[in-house]
């Protein structure tokens, strides 16, 4: 069964280091996204990426974050300079196959520990 | 996106069916409902999701009310495999996908 898989597992980093993350979508999928969870919350929205660009994004999304799809395969989620709070869960979702009403498949995520 | 209110917890035996309520009184014309687990702190994994018709899979049922003001997700036979919380989004579909919301869920424990 094809799968969404995200790279690396776990990646701890020093408080002002960039980090990247990265995910590979299932094959044919249309739409990226990026969600993250801080420990004991809720999973919130990130942002949505179509045809080479950002679709959506949220308020958490500012300026230290970036998005990128580099090749046919990889997605990307850039953090600038890490903060405390930037400490989660950072879950890679895909969905659609050119057609609407699909239903997003979630990696198992990449846990982000910023000391 | 219309909000949705599940309850906070629910247990449920071993073997028997599991009904978990969901109520989205705003949602509308346009929008699906949508239920999705996650298992500790692993990616949420989709089970179903409809519009205004019942819909049945190998995971479970959804029962949506004609006035799509509330729908019941199914486990027939939960196992302790089932033990998760279990998010229900209402969902609007645009041509550039469609975000998911998520809320706090229903915990379930199913229990031997």
């Known amino acids: 069964e094809p799968e969404v898989t995200q790279t690396p597992s776990h990646q701890v980093t020093q408080m002002g280091q960039e980090v990247i993350l990265r995910c590979v979508p299932i094959?044919?999928?249309?739409?990226f996204y990026w969600y993250r969870q801080i420990l004991g919350q809720k999973v919130e929205f990130l942002v949505s990426?179509?045809?080479?660009?950002?679709?959506?994004k949220s308020e958490i999304f500012d300026d230290q974050f970036s998005v990128e799809r580099p090749d046919g395969s990889n997605f990307t989620l850039k953090i600038r300079s890490t903060k405390l709070e930037d400490s989660a869960m950072y879950f890679c979702a895909s969905s659609g196959q050119g057609s609407m009403n699909t239903e997003a498949f979630f990696g198992q995520g990449t846990r982000l520990t910023v000391v | 996106d219309a909000k949705t209110t599940q309850p906070p917890s629910m247990d449920c035996a071993e073997g028997r069916a599991a009904n978990l309520p969901c109520n989205h009184s705003?949602?509308?014309?346009?929008?699906?409902v949508y239920w999705y687990r996650q298992i500790h702190s692993q990616g949420p994994q989709y089970i179903i999701h409809?519009?205004?018709n019942n819909e049945t899979n190998e995971m479970a049922s959804l029962i949506i009310t004609e006035d799509r003001k509330s729908s019941t997700l199914i486990l027939p036979h939960a196992t302790l495999r089932d033990t998760a919380v279990y998010y229900c989004i209402v969902r609007v579909i645009g041509n550039q996908g469609g975000k998911l919301i998520f809320g706090q869920g229903t915990e379930l424990s199913v229990k031997p």
């Open positions: 409809g519009l205004k």
């Open positions: 990426f179509y045809n080479n660009e950002i679709s959506e």
């Open positions: 094959s044919n999928h249309l739409y």
């Open positions: 705003t949602i509308s014309g346009n929008e699906y």
